[in-house]
Structure formats: structure tokens, C-alpha cells
Nanobody, 128 residues
Framework: QAQLVESGGGAVQAGGSLRLSCAAS????????MGWFRQSPGKEREFVAT????????YYADSVKGRFTISRDNAKNTVYLQMNSLKPEDTAVYYC?????????????????????WGQGTQVTVSS
């Protein structure tokens, strides 16, 4: 049974940093794309960043470009989201997801419907 477990969330002041981790287990994810999404109270879940496990190709939402970095550690089967220069509007529950769907372009992975597995989420709270 495939499982994704997020960790690393917490409370931080604006301008601070956090690193989220997503540990993947239960199957081989080497052919998958991994994504981070977030959901704030009263809002729909939105795309944050994605990485293709095999090549390391990435794509970011405009709102986080230049501040967040997605990466993966193949040996640890773990995907990371380094979040710097955090803003109060980054406050949300952050979800890790895995997509078996293949697309040559990374933009396709901004869409939730392509993802097969989801983690339980980790809360990030940024205070002003």
C-alpha cells in the first residue's frame, strides 16, 4: 500500500523558513511526479510545486517562485519543500502527492486530477 507522510510543518514568523518532508513508501515512485499542494481555510486546494522523480525537473506556482525549492533524495525516498521568506499568506495545510500520470511537460502536474496518492497534510502557520 503506497503511503506518503509529511512532516516539518509548524509556526514561524514572516520572513522565516521551514523545510517540509514527504516520505514515500509502499511502492516504487521512480517513474512518478511528486507534488506539493496547499489549502487555506475557506479556499480551494492549490498547486505549489512539482518535481519529476527520475529527472529532477521542477515547476512552481508563481506565488512561490524564487522563495520555495522542491527537491528529492532518491536514497531516502523523500521529497522536500524548502520554504524561505515566508509570508502570512503562505499559511495553509500542505499536502504531498504522487502522480503516476506521465506528461512530457511539467505544467500538467499542477492539476490535482493527475495525482494518485496523497499524504495527510502538515500545518504551516506564518505570523506577521
Amino acid at each position: 500500500q503506497a503511503q506518503l507522510v509529511e512532516s516539518g510543518g509548524g509556526a514561524v514568523q514572516a520572513g522565516g523558513s521551514l523545510r517540509l518532508s514527504c516520505a514515500a513508501s509502499g511502492r516504487t515512485f521512480s517513474d512518478y511526479a511528486m507534488g506539493w499542494f496547499r489549502q487555506s481555510p475557506g479556499k480551494e486546494r492549490e498547486f505549489v510545486a512539482t518535481i519529476r522523480w527520475s529527472s529532477g525537473s521542477t515547476y512552481y506556482a508563481d506565488s512561490v517562485k524564487g522563495r520555495f525549492t522542491i527537491s528529492r533524495d532518491n536514497a531516502k525516498n523523500t521529497v522536500y519543500l524548502q520554504m524561505n521568506s515566508l509570508k502570512p499568506e503562505d499559511t495553509a495545510v500542505y499536502y504531498c502527492a504522487a502522480a503516476a500520470y506521465y506528461s512530457s511537460g511539467m505544467y500538467a502536474y499542477t492539476r490535482e486530477r493527475h495525482y494518485d496518492y496523497w499524504g495527510q497534510g502538515t500545518q504551516v502557520t506564518v505570523s506577521s
